[in-house]
């Protein structure tokens, strides 16, 4: 049975083998409602708590009650307050009250901020030295306290990944780090927690676990097509399930299905032995750092015009994207490419974001800032590492 | 976007909701060539090892070799002979020599039988009582030996899960257990050690995993899209890469597709939230155990005949399955099952193997022989435990 995505494969392209790999993820997922009343069976019952979460929508939406009738008996400390893009000043204060109170186990409650947050917490504690290096200088993390998490936001797929962003307030930095010390040792994943959600924080989860995809997939061919296919299903679930959730947070079925593909979209699976681009990230970051932009809202903007950028180098992958994903049936390659660009663009405008910086008011200053701090560090991105500072500056032009 | 998939769908099919499940598959893959050489860096360095192994396959094809290098300095003791369908009166001659040596690690290098039987001695060791009730009476495995593998032949996914199949060669009896005990703590995956094989344990091991897919699949819809499409792609990953390692199995990208594709289709991926059938498996493993007739072989002559029984039942995803696997786009729902099964026998017997039990010498006797068996379990099989000793025959006999 031939492929039907390379009738308009590139000639020149090299046929490349998937490098070799090791997957590992441990995380114990808990999926489905009402899986919060078994967190006891995954703590251990002399654990000291830091229960952790953000401004206190758990209170409101019900979480925080079952979470605290699941640890009766615990000995409990909450630590609230982690902000959206968690604040490096915000989490040392955690550090200090573990220290101080010797807590050994860290409960995450929320969203992928506050999951991010959490584990660069419990990174830091155990961290010789200043914690920022983790994050400035990819210091190596040897040793972190053990993490659960309750997940309330489909999006990062934080609740099953060693990953962690965090934002330095001070200096507007949001840099990231690795490590499979702050894998958690169980996630839970209740569905039922995306009914009382902001709306704009579904529109951002669903784009956030499509580009997820789009970063480990919209590269070069490499033959790997379990990877493709997994990828190409995770993109086709969020653009079927996604706009159902929208319509109706309470459809239980579409919000299982978005929850379990942004899970899926970044535990390391579509990534093993492939190439990775996360350009999108990085420049999205900036925007986040400067402006406050949501992250999902700003991966929205920069991907359409990423596509369109590096719509040479990209262009097999692209096409592949636009058959399997789009059921796009142009007659040429560069109609094909035109064609998912223009589709991913319309997706992300349904699911009700934004796909241009003058929308939400970034303007040629904060442009030449971006590519000023990438100057600064002296590194080009992508997945050819051929995106320079001034190729930035040209992708964000290109959606302004 | 519709899914095309639903012009078909039984009116009268209940739209069901998939279960909740927890996934926790903490086995680490290393992935690719002369991944081998890292084993010493995923064995305690003081660890007793038992390295056991099969045929002797692993001395002509150069496994042994490379595993004996990485493992230099171990205390080693090696135990092999163990036989495709491995015997419980083989294995606890290994559950002997490791109480008798204190060893505390198991190095299993071989295929699904290899790493199968291990896991079962690995359960045995610390089993308070007879280990044949671990099999025959599901008696809980609390405690086992550690266990690592070095996979040679991709069909069964035991590298990536706490599955085991046991013969009692004494009674003829083949039955399995499951527990997160014996799931391995790493297993090696090199595709290259599918270069020397057999041609027929290709064959058999391309139609284990297909059908390992098909029995997690090919049941009643629960809106599960992600495990369905990932369920999809890796058959269709079968279907692309199964042909090619038989024309060249010295063609790396194929037989690491192969070999991938074979361990997602069993380790939890595709099954969490949704049924699961093995009735095809059930009855397969008595035709081996009878007749000795290869595991893959049995697969791929009951299940076109479970299809055609159960076309009622299994309708709605036998049409999902017909085109989204097959791209078959007949214009009934009944000639679209007609071409799904049609097209699976094809498959099989494409890629060499037999699809009747007449040409593998089976008759009536032992359809006979396996109805009573069935009878004397006193349960019925599917994943609506619809199928009765009866239907077995009737199954049995469609496929003679």
Same mark, same amino acid.
């Given at each position: ?16 083998? &998937? ?7 441990? $995380? ?20 000291? /708590?830091?229960?952790?979460?953000g ?40 550090? +200090? ?5 010797? *807590? ?11 999951? #991010? ?12 030295? @200043?914690?920022?290096?983790?994050? %400035? ?18 999006? !990062? ?25 702050? &894998? ?21 989860? /669903? %784009? ?56 899926? %979209? ?8 492939v ?5 999108t990230? &990085? ?16 991966? %929205? /903007? $920069?991907?359409p015009?990423? &596509? ?19 059921? *796009?049936?142009? #007659?040429?390659?560069?109609? !094909?490419? #035109? ?6 663009k ?7 974001l ?6 939400? @008011?970034?303007?040629? +200053? ?27 500056k040209? *992708?964000?032009?290109?959606?302004s």
């Amino acid at each position: 049975m031939p492929s039907i995505f390379n009738i308009f494969i590139d000639s020149n392209t090299k046929l490349l083998t &998937m490098d070799n790999f090791v997957f590992h993820n441990p $995380v114990k997922v808990l999926f489905g409602k009402g899986e919060t009343a078994k967190l006891s069976r995954n703590i251990p019952k002399d654990s000291k /708590i830091l229960l952790t979460y953000g401004g206190g929508s758990i209170k409101k939406n019900g979480v925080y009650d079952q979470v605290m009738a699941a640890l009766e008996g615990y000995d409990i400390t909450e630590f609230s307050g982690i902000e959206p893009n968690p604040h490096y000043e915000t989490l040392m204060k955690a550090v +200090e009250i573990i220290k101080e109170k010797s *807590i050994d186990f860290i409960l995450a409650v929320g969203g992928g901020s506050v999951i #991010d947050g959490s584990k660069f917490v419990a990174a830091a504690v155990h961290f010789d030295g @200043e914690p920022w290096d983790i994050l %400035a200088k990819a210091a190596r993390v040897t040793k972190a306290v053990p993490l659960g998490a309750v997940l309330t936001l489909p999006a !990062t797929g934080s609740e099953m990944n060693g990953n962690s962003v965090v934002t330095k307030w001070e200096t507007k930095e949001k840099l990231a780090f690795g490590s499979p010390m702050v &894998m958690p040792q169980f996630s839970v994943l209740d569905p039922e927690t995306i009914y009382s959600l902001p709306i704009k924080q579904v529109s951002n989860g /669903i %784009a956030d676990a499509f580009i997820h995809v789009l970063e480990q997939y919209l590269t070069y061919p490499v033959n790997a097509p379990i990877q493709d296919r997994f990828a190409e299903g995770i993109m086709q679930t969020l653009v079927e399930e996604g706009p159902k959730v929208l319509a109706n947070q309470k459809d239980y079925d579409a919000a299982a299905n978005f929850m379990w593909a942004a899970t899926m %979209a970044l535990n390391g699976l579509i990534a093993a032995g492939v190439p990775q681009d996360w350009a999108t990230h &990085m420049i999205g970051h900036e925007l986040t750092a400067f402006h406050g932009i949501d992250h999902g809202q700003t991966l %929205a /903007i $920069v991907m359409p015009a990423m &596509m369109q950028y590096k719509r040479d180098v990209k262009g097999d992958k692209i096409v592949q994207f636009a058959q399997r994903v789009w059921n *796009i049936n142009e #007659d040429s390659r560069d109609a !094909t490419i #035109d064609a998912a660009i223009a589709k991913t663009k319309e997706f992300f405008e349904t699911i009700g974001l934004k796909t241009s910086l003058s929308e939400v @008011e970034v303007g040629t +200053e904060t442009i030449d800032k971006i590519e000023k701090r990438f100057e600064g560090r002296g590194f080009n991105i992508g997945e050819n590492a051929d995106i320079t500072p001034a190729d930035i500056k040209g *992708i964000l032009e290109l959606c302004s």
